[in-house]
């Protein structure tokens, strides 16, 4: 059966105008499919323009061009009344630093049923609180917490509420963006574990946006690897770390430290440079390599990838 | 083997900070060793004085903590005479520390590239200021270095780049001019508190081999601070794991990857996701550290750990050596002679095994 996607990307442009000579292309032209209940990792260097995918898909800022399809409805340009209920109501966000994204001088009740209010999503108070608990406990904090300040809680507490907040309204996709990398490695592993459980309860879908490669291969079936706004290289998580084609993506793999001494002490990381590397992103078209694995290449860069295919990482 | 030269001898450092909700115990007991042209790693979680152990060692405290007991002895020759001396840090003035020790004889590298630059300075004033400052260099001898130093950072344009301003320079390029003006009055010791945190991992990579090489070409002794236990795989010969302000495992690298003894090295090594993990739970350590503000009994990771014996409750391990090793030390009961035989977990255990077989081929 022929499943429909949950989100669709085609062609998304952000462009920011600095001034009348200068406009940064933050993201030009990239098209990606997210199905129900999947996690799609988007990966790239600071700058590359993952978050500004994450943010343009929001709507926190107004595409320059292309669509966005979720949920069957198009949410990438002027968007009817009806459409902006359903896209802040079904996609939700989750923010890099716990400790920024949590409003000091409001209680972690209020935090989390801030949607719910905006909404108008529950009938009493009570039925509000309730859910809220039930939201706090799914997260592994107590109800008791609820009363409290968010200075009170540790980091990875703190992410956890940021979670529970998206979680209250029962989105069908969240985006997370750098949703762990403030966090320390042990409570890494914690938080990580709670999204996947709360996926495999509600089957929702994820947008994780990262740079820790790790931990992207754990968590997500289908990779993006995103450089200087385009979208370089597709496939699943198996396909790109086993089978990189692109330069880029394998002078990111070749980057992550390994836990292993013996390995890491002989390893030296592979260079990329855009520049000097004779590649042109803007003639690029994407090239199919199996169902899911897509490369952008122009013709002639395509068939040397292929030639350099099994080079050591 | 050559003779080992102990440039640094930190024995029994006790630190505690004042706050409003009483005493808080950082440092309980810290003893290191680093030697000449070595790397050690401290590793932890945020909170368990890994940064706080090396701001004693530079002298910079916060100005609520005090150092209750303990010494930090440093060694290194007098620049004129070649005379070698020995001083505890501890017992220096802060007129003393900060003239002769302080960025001359240590010199650190910070977090976030982006918050220790000054931000209205050109880079290469930032550069000549310290030369200028603790050796009295002229103008035109400084920058002659500066333009150096740039060029061994990776710097290409150096002469331009010293007109730059922080904020016309990107993160990785930051955290190299932050390394130049560490670099800049020949410290014997370089300490690096988490310097690729901020960093993406493309640059992570290179910025971890540039600090390698310049290691090498200058005879540096480095102290890394980080919990990204992939850099310290990278780096360092040595490897100090703290918990609670306290050393609980330390060993060279070999061993505390391939044969780690305490339950909490055995967590943190669970815990991180190599490229192969396909389970479907990653490993995690239960609940969250301790709080320092109260008076620990026992064995401070005893509530976390599934292996604590009823013992640790009561009394605080003392360092056990590891047999057949000389400097695999662990604090944890487990490893006392009565205790029963613990095996670290399956799963890790597997991993170890193939880590070993991958570094063969």
Redesign the interface.
């Known amino acids: 059966m022929e499943q429909q996607p949950i989100l669709s990307v085609k062609d998304l442009k952000q462009h920011f105008r600095i001034n009348r000579k200068f406009t940064v292309k933050a993201v030009d032209g990239i098209s990606f499919d997210i199905m129900p209940g999947e996690t799609y990792g988007l990966v790239g ?2 700058g590359s323009g993952k978050s500004t995918t994450g943010r343009s898909i929001i709507r926190l800022y107004k595409p320059t061009s292309g669509s966005i399809v979720f949920n069957g409805t198009e949410i990438g340009g002027k968007m009817s009344q009806k459409a902006i209920k359903e896209l802040r109501t079904n996609m939700q966000m989750i923010f890099q630093d716990p400790m920024a994204c949590l409003n000091p001088r409001k209680k972690v009740l209020d935090i989390i049923a801030e949607g719910l209010d905006i909404h108008k999503a529950y009938s009493s108070v009570e039925e509000r609180n309730e859910k809220v608990y039930q939201m706090l406990e799914l997260v592994g904090l107590s109800r008791e917490h609820a009363s409290r300040y968010p200075h009170q809680f ?3 507490q703190r992410q956890r509420i940021g979670i529970a907040r998206a979680l209250i309204m029962n989105p069908d996709l969240i985006i997370a963006d750098e949703a762990i990398s403030a966090l ?7 938080v ?2 709670l999204m ?1 459980k709360i996926q495999k309860e509600t089957n929702i879908a994820y947008l994780f946006i990262a ?5 992207v ?2 968590i997500s079936d289908r990779i993006g690897v995103l450089h200087l706004g385009h979208l370089v290289e597709t496939g699943t998580a198996e396909e790109i ?1 086993t089978n990189p084609l692109h330069p880029y993506t394998k ?2 793999l ?12 002989t ?3 592979l ?2 440079n855009y520049e000097e590397s004779g590649l042109d992103y803007n003639a690029g078209t994407q090239h199919k390599i199996t169902d899911t694995h897509y490369v952008l290449a122009t013709e002639e860069e395509f068939k040397s990838f292929i030639e350099h295919q099994h080079d050591a990482i | 083997m050559e003779e080992r030269e102990r440039i640094l001898k930190v024995r029994n450092l006790n630190i505690s900070f004042k706050t409003d909700s009483g005493k808080v115990n950082a440092i309980r007991g810290v003893n290191l060793d680093l030697y000449k042209g070595e790397t050690i790693a401290i590793v932890g ?2 909170g368990s004085g890994k940064s706080v152990t090396t701001k004693a060692i530079m002298g910079i405290l916060a100005n609520n903590g005090t150092i209750d007991s303990g010494s930090i002895e440093y060694v290194w020759y007098d620049e004129y005479t070649g005379e070698r001396q020995e001083r505890d840090i501890v017992q220096l003035s802060e007129r003393e520390m900060q003239k002769d020790i302080r960025g001359r004889k240590i010199a650190m590298v910070f977090q976030d590239p982006m918050t220790s630059l000054n931000p209205t300075m050109t880079i290469g004033k930032q550069i000549m200021e310290p030369m200028i400052y603790h050796y009295h260099r002229t103008k035109e001898e400084a920058y002659a270095k500066a333009v150096e130093l740039l060029q061994l950072v990776g710097i290409t344009d150096a002469e331009k780049r010293m007109k730059n301003y922080p904020h016309q320079l990107s ?1 990785g390029m930051r955290q190299r001019i932050v390394i130049a003006i560490a670099l800049s009055c020949d410290p014997y010791v370089l300490i690096c508190d988490e310097p690729t945190t901020a960093l ?7 910025i ?2 540039l600090i390698q090489d310049i290691q090498k070409k200058k005879e540096l002794s480095v102290i890394y601070i980080t ?8 780096v ?1 010969d040595f490897v100090n794991v703290m918990y609670a302000g306290k050393i609980i495992e330390t060993g060279t ?2 061993e505390i ?1 391939y044969d780690p003894r305490h339950p909490y090295t055995w ?3 669970s ?5 192969d ?1 396909d389970d ?6 239960p609940g ?1 550290p301790p709080n320092l503000a109260h008076e620990v009994k026992g064995d401070a990771f005893a509530p976390r750990n599934q292996y604590a014996l009823n013992i640790d409750l009561r009394e605080e391990p003392p360092m056990f050596d590891v047999p057949g090793s000389n400097s695999h030390k662990v604090a944890s009961w487990l490893m006392h002679e009565k205790a029963p035989k613990v095996e670290m977990p399956e799963s890790l255990k597997k991993r170890i095994e193939k ?2 077989k ?3 081929k």
């Open positions: 260097e600071s540790s980091g990875g320390d490695v042990s409570i890494q592993a914690q990580v574990n996947k740079h820790d490669l790790s931990m291969k754990y770390f002078s990111l070749s980057a992550i430290p390994h836990p292993n001494p013996k390995v890491e002490k390893r030296t990381s260079t990329y | 979680e945020s993160g993406d991992v493309t640059i992570q990579a290179k971890l081999e919990h990204d236990l992939g850099v310290v795989a990278k360092a690298i070999d990857f967590g943190l090594l815990s991180m996701p190599d490229l993990t479907d739970e990653l490993y995690t350590i969250t880590m070993k991958e570094g063969v």
